[in-house]
Structure formats: structure tokens, C-alpha cells
């Protein structure tokens, strides 16, 4: 207790003594219009009715338990896709750190902040849940780890689980949303750098799976999302087709699975809600101030963690279960993963599909130096899909998005709740999810 | 018939929820200082600012016809009281000008414009209102956001 009152009271020191208030949001300084109110009244209607659907009528028995049936698509393992991939990976790596530090210092000028927050970041879990996880084969550490010739220490995997790949997370989501030089080339080249230090030397403590399983924020991040897609790859590495979201219901159960899921929420929540009036408001003079926003940003990521524990007690008090709440919230963990990647998504996919863009620009002058390698360095982003057409994606993400946590949810309960009582567990988990649909949607509301 | 109850504790939760939720995305609309351009006949139209007269009002109901919106930002102390957020009509001309106690650079995010500020000297950037979306006004030096523009077809 001691030694957390300790911590606690060092990490307000640390963040006290950063000055700079302002708020960033990695690259763009844009943000979407607020989604009309009509909008989401309608959306959490269709979640509602078909959560009802879902629940009482159409789904008696458990049919995901099981996990994917899949079907073999090449019969030997992939290597050239691989390889391909690692090499993007390692060449991605080295451009960020080397334009980060030696090229021009303004975000839509140099090539590393757009690498980072919107390909790195963004575009490879997307990528991932349509087509299946990219990052294994990308991540340049893992391909840096083939270097390190450790013995592998899965006990130590199984002591610490995900804890310091969410800590991670939320290093770099505070990176990216609240730290105000987060958008700037150096700044990202120091934390890439950072970061490439904290990984090798997880890796020759622990192995190369065992160290990027416990401590890389992107494996666990992108295995999570890519469990949604109906491709993966076996043990024999051979790739496979499977139903959607079915790899979601067979995941290892990590420790510290519900903290990283309930973070994932927590400051996708926290970017949508600090760009709000309302948020500025509630802070007042303090609104920007590097210690406000991170105190705002891990209490936003508390209230949604709250909230998942209040639903799991109330599960466990409906089923008339004998389980503890921590190890229902722990069981349901998988059911938020596609609640995460719609918040994301509905947040992100304009900066994708706009800020992305830069990309173009960059790469053919990645150091901001007056260089045209692919003759397109003018480029200027072409701010493309209307107004309209994001808030209907937007609305449909999210509701897409938690039906099928809903159904998971569902499903999950009538496994291990005894069959009378599995419906009506749910109805603590449905609140829940109503919840977060009216928070997901608010905060696309209120702008 | 047991199972009646919770359905309806489970309805009051969702329009709890949904009640809740929506309370708070109908706060008040952004009310934004703006300034309505009324052109004096004896200054030329660089030097406007001097003689207009300024109303509080939504920014919407001061663009008809082919007038500029005109939309005023103070920065004292290097930031502003609050970050105001400015209605737009899309494709509308706008004109922003910002005073300043510090010298800084006015930085308008998307349209990607510039203008240096000083005590004394004032930022002005015109621009037509083009690209739908929140945009930032950024002091680029010190990092500091001190409005949004809110452009809205």
C-alpha cells in the first residue's frame, strides 16, 4: 500500500513537472462534424431490439463455444508474405527513428508521425480484423528478437500476463492524446527508440514469445482485434478460413486480458469525450493541462472498468452463480474486443482515410528536405467522403459493434451459467452494453 | 412470469441510459463571440476591425448574403479563458483574427494557414470555409489550442 501511495504521488510529481498545456491528437488537428442527435436515438434503438431478438428468441444453446472450424487454405506454411511484411516492418522502424530525429521537425512534413499514428497505430489492426493479423509477421521486434538467443520463460508469461504490454497501451495512448508534443517527429522517434530498448531487453529476460507476449502493448492489441477475422494461421502456420469473431471465443485467458480490453475503451473514450465542450467545461482553467487531461484520461478509463465489474457482480448475483465478479469480468473480457475496435474505428477511420493520406506526401520526402522520390511530395490531402456519409459509418460501427458483443456475451453465458439463469445474467451485461452504445455515440454527438 | 421484473428493470436501465445520454449531447449549442463585419466608409477593408461593432451571437446568423464571418480571438496571458468553438456555415468566407499579449503563430489546422502574432500585431488569416469539420487554432510555438472552427454544410 505503501509502495503504491509512493508511486502514485512520483507519477504526479513526474507529470507535474511536465509544462506545456495544450492538447494533441498525435497529427491532423482535425476532428468530425458531431453526429446528429436523431442519429443516435435510432442507433441505440437497433441495438436494443436486436439484443432483445438476440436473447430471448433465436439463440437458446451455445454455438461459439467451441471455436472456429477451420478450413486449410494453402497446404504449406506461407514464407514470402512473411518475410515481405518483416521487411516493411524493419524498414518502417528504421525511417521513424532515422526522420524522427534528422529530418524536418513539423508533423505533416515528415514521414515518422504519420508512420506511426495513423499506419502503425491504426491501419494494421484495421487491416487485421478484415484479413487477419498482419503485426506478427510486421513487427519489427520480433524480427530485431531473432538476434536474442534466450530460453523461453513462459512461467514468468503466466506471473505477469499482459500487465506491462497494458501499461504500454496506456503509455502510448497518453503519448498520443495528451502529451503535447506527441505529434512531433523527435518526440516519436525518442519513443520508438524507448520502446525498441524496453523489448530487447524484455526479450533476453524472458524469450523472444514469452518477452513480446507479456510486454509488447501491439501483439496483444493486434492479436485481440485479429481474433475478430475470419483468417488466421494454424500451429503449422498454414493459413486458414474461419467463421468471423469465432477466434475471439477461444483466446487465452492472460492475466491482466479485462485491464488491457477495459483500457482499449477507456482512452478511445477519453479522446472522444476531452474534444467535447462539455469535457472543457468540466475542467475549466485546468482544461489542457498536461496532469488534468491524464488524471481525466485514467478516470475515464476507471469509469469504464467500474462499470464492467458492476455488470459482471450483477451477473453473478442474477445467475445465482458462485463464481467472483473478477473472474466473470475475466470471462467476458473477449465480449469488449469488438466494442473496442468499433470505438476505434468510428473515431479513427477518417484519420485513415484523410490524414493517411499524408503517407503519399512523406515518403517521398521523408525527411522534409525538398526531395520528390515518387513525385508525389505536393500532394495535398483531399478531404474526400462527405459529413453524411461518416455519421452513418460511424453510427453503424458502433452498433455493429456491440451486437456483437451482445451476442458473444450471450453465447458465454449460456456455457457456464446454469440454463435458467444464463438469460438473465445477461440483462446486466445488455445494460451494459446499452451504456456504452449511449457513451459511444454521445461522444459522437456532443463532438 | 417470474422473469417479468427484470424485464423491466432492464427496460428502466436502457432509458436510464438512454435518457441520461441524451441530457448531455443536448447541452446548450456553442454560443461564439463573433463579430458582424459592417465595412465603415472612411477605412479601407484592411483596417476594419477598428469600428466594428461586436454582438454575441451564433455565427450561423451572421452570414447572409455575401458577408464575411468574422471571428475574433483574444489571447492573454498565452491562452484564452475558453476554447470557444465557432459555428461555420461550409463554403462561407471567414475572416480570423487574433490579438495576443506574447508573440506566437497563428496555426489554422486542415486549411493549413498561417499568421504571425505580436503585442501590437494582429493575426489575420480570410479564407473560404471549404473543408467540413472541427479544426483547431493552434498556437504553433507554444502548443497552445485556443479555438475550434465548427464547419457544417
Known amino acids: 500500500m505503501i509502495?503504491?501511495?509512493g508511486l502514485i504521488a512520483l507519477i504526479a510529481a513526474l507529470m507535474a513537472a511536465v509544462p506545456a498545456p495544450a492538447l494533441a491528437h498525435g497529427i491532423g488537428g482535425r476532428?468530425?462534424?458531431?453526429?446528429?442527435i436523431e442519429f443516435f436515438l435510432y442507433g441505440a434503438a437497433v441495438?436494443?431490439?436486436?439484443?432483445?431478438?438476440?436473447?430471448?428468441?433465436l439463440w437458446p444453446e451455445p454455438r461459439l463455444q467451441d471455436g472456429p472450424r477451420s478450413r486449410v487454405l494453402s497446404t504449406k506454411p506461407i514464407l514470402w508474405p512473411g518475410r515481405i511484411l518483416a521487411g516493411v516492418g524493419l524498414v518502417g522502424l528504421v525511417l521513424v527513428v532515422t526522420a524522427g530525429f534528422f529530418g524536418i521537425q513539423n508533423s505533416a512534413r515528415n514521414v515518422a508521425p504519420v508512420l506511426v499514428w495513423v499506419d502503425f497505430w491504426l491501419v494494421v489492426p484495421f487491416l487485421g480484423a478484415?484479413?487477419?493479423n498482419l503485426y506478427t509477421n510486421l513487427n519489427p521486434w520480433r524480427t530485431l528478437g531473432s538476434l536474442v538467443e534466450t530460453e523461453e520463460r513462459p512461467a514468468v508469461g503466466d506471473r505477469v500476463g499482459v500487465y506491462p504490454a497494458a501499461f504500454a497501451l496506456l503509455l502510448f495512448t497518453w503519448l498520443e492524446l495528451v502529451q503535447p508534443e506527441g505529434g512531433q517527429p523527435n518526440t516519436v522517434a525518442i519513443a520508438a527508440v524507448v520502446y525498441t530498448a524496453y523489448l530487447i531487453g524484455l526479450m533476453v529476460w524472458a524469450g523472444r514469445s514469452t518477452g513480446l507476449q507479456i510486454g509488447d502493448a501491439f501483439t496483444t492489441y493486434n492479436r485481440l482485434i485479429s481474433a475478430i477475422s475470419p483468417f488466421g494461421r494454424d500451429r503449422e502456420g498454414r493459413l486458414v478460413r474461419r467463421g468471423w469473431i469465432r477466434a475471439l471465443v477461444v483466446l487465452p485467458r492472460w492475466r491482466g486480458l479485462t485491464f488491457f480490453v477495459v483500457l482499449m475503451i477507456g482512452t478511445v473514450s477519453y479522446d472522444g469525450l476531452s474534444g467535447t465542450q462539455w469535457w472543457r467545461d468540466l475542467l475549466g482553467q485546468a482544461s489542457g493541462e498536461v496532469w488534468a487531461e491524464t488524471l481525466g484520461m485514467l478516470a475515464v478509463s476507471a469509469a469504464i472498468g467500474t462499470a464492467y465489474w458492476v455488470a459482471a457482480w450483477a451477473a453473478v448475483i442474477l445467475a445465482e452463480d458462485d463464481r467472483s465478479p473478477g473472474q466473470v469480468a475475466a470471462s467476458f473480457a473477449h465480449t469488449l474486443v469488438p466494442i473496442a475496435l468499433a470505438y476505434a474505428f468510428a473515431h479513427y477511420f477518417t484519420l485513415v482515410l484523410f490524414e493517411g493520406q499524408l503517407l503519399l506526401s512523406t515518403l517521398s520526402d521523408p525527411f522534409g528536405q525538398g526531395w520528390d522520390l515518387f513525385g508525389t511530395a505536393d500532394r495535398a490531402i483531399n478531404y474526400w467522403m462527405s459529413p453524411t456519409v461518416i455519421w452513418y459509418v460511424q453510427v453503424a460501427t458502433i452498433v455493429a459493434g456491440h451486437v456483437t458483443g451482445v451476442i458473444l456475451a450471450h453465447d458465454r453465458a449460456l456455457a457456464i451459467f446454469k440454463p435458467v439463469r444464463a438469460v438473465r445474467s445477461q440483462y446486466a451485461m445488455l445494460g451494459l452494453m446499452v451504456a456504452l452504445t449511449s457513451l459511444g455515440l454521445t461522444i459522437l454527438a456532443a463532438g | 412470469m417470474s422473469r417479468r421484473p427484470i424485464f423491466l428493470l432492464v427496460l428502466t436501465l436502457v432509458a436510464a441510459a438512454c435518457s441520461g445520454a441524451a441530457d448531455t449531447s443536448t447541452t446548450p449549442p456553442t454560443i461564439s463571440e463573433t463579430t458582424t463585419?459592417?465595412?465603415?466608409?472612411t477605412t479601407s477593408p484592411g483596417v476594419t476591425e477598428t469600428t466594428q461593432t461586436t454582438t454575441t451571437t451564433q455565427a450561423t446568423t451572421t452570414t447572409a448574403g455575401p458577408a464575411v464571418t468574422l471571428i475574433e480571438i483574444v489571447v492573454e496571458g498565452g491562452t484564452v479563458d475558453r476554447v470557444e468553438r465557432f459555428d461555420l456555415p461550409l463554403d462561407g468566407a471567414v475572416r480570423l483574427v487574433v490579438t495576443a499579449d506574447v508573440s506566437d503563430e497563428i496555426h489554422l489546422h486542415v486549411y493549413d494557414l498561417h499568421a504571425d502574432v505580436a503585442p501590437g500585431q494582429e493575426a489575420?488569416?480570410?479564407?473560404d470555409a471549404t473543408i467540413a469539420g472541427v479544426i483547431e487554432i493552434e498556437m504553433e510555438d507554444s502548443g497552445v489550442l485556443i479555438g475550434e472552427l465548427q464547419v457544417a454544410p
Open chain 1, 3 to 5: 509502495r503504491r501511495t
Open chain 1, 31 to 36: 476532428a468530425d462534424l458531431p453526429v446528429p
Open chain 2, 37 to 41: 463585419s459592417q465595412a465603415p466608409a
Open chain 1, 130 to 132: 478484415a484479413f487477419g
Open chain 1, 47 to 57: 441495438v436494443l431490439v436486436v439484443s432483445f431478438i438476440a436473447l430471448a428468441v
Open chain 2, 124 to 127: 489575420v488569416i480570410e479564407f
